[in-house]
């Protein structure tokens, strides 16, 4: 049985993983301004090509924080736990230069909300309860 540590963090990471969906979509047209200077600025097929780069961004995060979650809740691989550490040191330092290089936005909050709640989430990770649940034998567990 999963400790509630557990529990408590298969909430947070995909609450944290909206906020994100969130954050893109509140910052779409500064993305698509960005993926567009790589194509100098051409015309339609540009802003087709910008939002196409947008939308595999966005399914390459899903994908990721799905494998993120799944090798933790499902299949109890504790060393990912340190990776989703890091993982969250590096948003917020991308957060941090967000908001003082480029200046506060709503995106640029929303980003550092997710940044948050993904941070309390990966400290659940690392409480009593779920120590003990990453170390239990695999031949002893019982179905999630």
Excluded: C, Q
């Amino acid at each position: 049985m999963k400790p509630s540590s557990i529990k408590l963090f298969d909430v947070l990471f995909p609450v944290a993983t909206l906020l994100v969906l969130v954050s893109a979509a509140l910052s779409f047209s500064g993305l698509e301004e960005h993926a567009m200077a790589g194509y100098e600025g051409g015309g339609e097929g540009a802003r087709g090509m910008a939002i196409w780069m947008i939308t595999a961004s966005i399914f390459i995060l899903l994908l990721l924080a799905g494998i993120l979650w799944t090798t933790i809740s499902l299949l109890r691989m504790g060393v990912m736990r340190y990776v989703l550490v890091l993982v969250v040191a590096y948003a917020l330092f991308h957060n941090y230069r967000e908001l003082t290089v480029v200046g506060p936005s709503a995106g640029a909050w929303v980003d550092l909300a997710a940044s948050l709640v993904a941070g309390a989430a990966a400290a659940m990770l690392f409480r009593p309860g779920a120590r003990a649940w990453f170390a239990e034998n695999p031949d002893d567990r019982a179905a999630p």
